[in-house]
């Protein structure tokens, strides 16, 4: 595969967001040293330079048709990046936590256009099934915790009863339900100015009584 230096330099120190980056160990492909390097993971391709502050990689691994795995290796924290074929070269990685490490196993696992189009098939089955009637059922709400008596739970498979809100000022009563019609013609016929005359008397009378009615004992 023929890359172009200049291009791929560019997309590796990009502003663009990574998809995952940071300081690995870096097994020799001739050598049994382990070298620190710093890795970013753009897309399904992973660079790594000499440092953080490099402007240039140094490599590159192109991860299609790869699997991810870890190994027994002298240093702590390694996975292999493994390719098919028997000339193929393994590339031997080294985290410097375990975290770090499943981060970078589980980053590297999605990063072929393979896993993609998988999730891409798997997704489109779903959707088949929800628009043929079979999708899932949606979640359950969690049920509330479980009364007490003497300290111990009492679990009951019947739905509690929803508490009774409290009492609280009864709100202002809703406007009539107006027919196509206004005192002086149809609604049609009649200007913004005139309808805003006509709802805002009826509004402030509705709000009177419901003033009044409050006011009451």
Sequence with gaps: MKLNERSLAFYATCDAPADNAGFLYKKGGRHAAYHRRWFVLRGNMLFYFEDAASREP?????????????????????????????????????????????????????????????????????LAAVRAGGGPAPPRQPRALPPKENGCAVWSSETPAAPSPRPGPEPPPLPPRRRASAPNGPLDSAS??????????????????????????
């Design 58 to 126: 140094v490599g590159i691994i192109i991860l299609e048709g790869c699997t991810v795995e870890l190994v027994e290796a002298a240093e702590e924290f390694a996975f292999a990046v493994r390719f098919a074929g028997a000339r193929a070269r393994t590339y031997v990685l080294a985290a410097e936590s375990q975290a770090a490490m499943e981060g970078w196993v589980k980053a590297l696992s999605r990063a072929s256009f393979d896993y993609l189009r998988l999730v891409v098939r798997e997704l489109e089955r779903q």
């Design 192 to 217: 913004f100015a005139q309808l805003h005359e006509w709802y805002g008397q009826e509004v402030r009378a509705l709000r009177g009584q419901w003033l009044r009615s409050q006011a009451q004992p």
